[in-house]
């Protein structure tokens, strides 16, 4: 993983944080869904590549790989810090940027409706709330073109590490329009459209547009277009509510020298940029069915791959669209996806541009500054590599 990547599973909140180190890594594997299993050998390859994340450090992951060979579904780790139980195959965890994908689905659900152009300005939308709003576009938020900053950079205001996150954050209910005018208040990094920059405001920017244009929340709107539709009875769109429904790994934090367990947590710090639920499986279905054509017309699936680069992203050639980032692996293939942090829980979901094959995973990892952390971004690339290109 490029220098560029690992620095893009930072960027959106903190991941989880642990201390403990694990014991051996708790294994369990199979298939799932409608498809069959893939061969034995390719599954032992793919667990291999699992264990070897919490190996380098990782408290536990979760990984569903889909292609034309069938389905596995596998877990390496603990689902609880000090526990015994493994994390749950089909567990749920917070999907943090993933979120994007969805809101930046709905927006552009309603442009090939008419109800909303790419090209308006914010201001046509928000009259007031975005200073310059006349000059930044629905699709340079977007696709990160807009300038705007990151409300997340004010870490007074939002601090999201620490005890001051426990105090100011954890349970605290925060307005999508008082995280937008925090965002907007901050410098900018640019003027519209002179570079790329990512920034959590851009999308609860957009959630306030999909409210403004339907009448409804980007909750009730990403819930009636995509969750129901494609029955992805695993995801949920909180507002405020702190718990995660079903199973799931839980998340956690080292606040003074200790691991604190955060999985209940207020998500709306997050808002349309960040506060989904989901798992493995529905992740795998939603980005099937959005490269494969079943939520978008042929026309605006291609506005939504029109890529800029991101700067610094080394052979990979990241490249970010409306929602939705390409990058080359070391084998050749291109994939589609998203990666996303939250407090507590890390996650990537790539497929191929088709549709037909991909991996989603979730990781929770002890805290960033450890060490490790390096090792286990590489060992999560080598996992990916191993599901698009064989072993690495």
């Known amino acids: 993983m490029d220098a560029r990547a690992k620095a893009r599973w930072r960027t959106v909140t903190v991941w989880a944080a642990c201390l403990a180190a694990l014991a051996a890594p708790i294994t369990s594997a199979g298939a799932a869904g409608g498809r069959a299993p893939v061969s034995p050998a390719r599954g032992e390859r793919l667990q291999r590549s699992l264990d070897a994340v919490t190996a380098a450090g990782a408290v536990g992951v979760q990984a569903e790989v889909v292609g034309t060979d069938g389905r596995w579904r596998g877990v390496s780790g603990h689902a609880r810090l000090g526990g015994a139980q493994p994390v749950p195959r089909r567990g749920r965890f ?8 969805f809101t930046a689905t709905v927006l552009l659900q309603l442009a090939a409706q008419g109800r909303v152009g790419l090209d308006d300005p914010v201001e046509r939308y928000l009259p007031g709330l975005v200073p310059g709003g006349r000059h930044i576009t629905l699709r340079r938020l977007l696709n990160h073109t807009s300038g705007i900053a990151d409300y997340l950079d004010d870490t007074t205001t939002y601090p999201i590490s620490g005890r001051e ?11 999508a329009e008082r995280l937008a005018r925090s965002g907007v208040a901050l410098p900018r990094y640019f003027p519209p459209g002179e570079g790329w920059h990512y920034s959590n405001t851009n999308y609860v920017l ?19 277009r995509i969750v129901r539709p494609l029955g992805l009875h695993e995801t949920t769109v909180p507002d405020h509510d702190p718990g995660i429904p079903g199973p ?6 080292e606040i003074d020298g200790r691991a604190v367990d955060i999985t209940r947590m207020n998500p709306s710090i997050a808002g349309s940029a960040g506060a989904m639920i989901s798992t493995t499986g529905d992740l795998d279905r939603f980005y099937a069915a959005l490269l494969g054509g079943r939520l978008l017309p042929a026309r605006w699936l291609a506005e939504m791959e029109k890529t800029v680069p991101i700067p610094g992203s080394g052979p990979a050639g990241e490249a970010d669209g409306l929602g939705i980032d390409s990058s080359r692996l070391p084998c050749g293939v291109t994939v589609w996806g998203y990666d996303g942090g939250i407090v507590g829980y890390g996650s990537q979901s790539l497929h191929t541009a088709d549709g037909r094959r991909g991996i989603t995973l979730s990781v929770t990892l002890r805290d960033l500054s450890d060490p490790h952390t390096p090792q286990i971004l590489d060992a999560i690339q080598s996992t990916v590599d191993t599901a698009f290109c064989g072993t690495r």
């Not at 917070?94 to 979120?99: E, F, L, P, V, Y």
Request: charged letters at 25%; hydrophobic letters at 35%; zero cysteines.
């Open 165 to 175: 996150f426990l105090e100011k954050v954890r349970f605290h209910t925060f307005p």
């Open 94 to 101: 917070r999907i943090g940027s993933i979120t994007k994908s």
């Open 248 to 253: 799931h790994a839980h998340g956690y934090m």
């Open 206 to 224: 957009a959630g306030l547009i999909i409210e403004k244009v339907t009448g409804r929340s980007w909750h009730d709107e990403v819930t009636r």
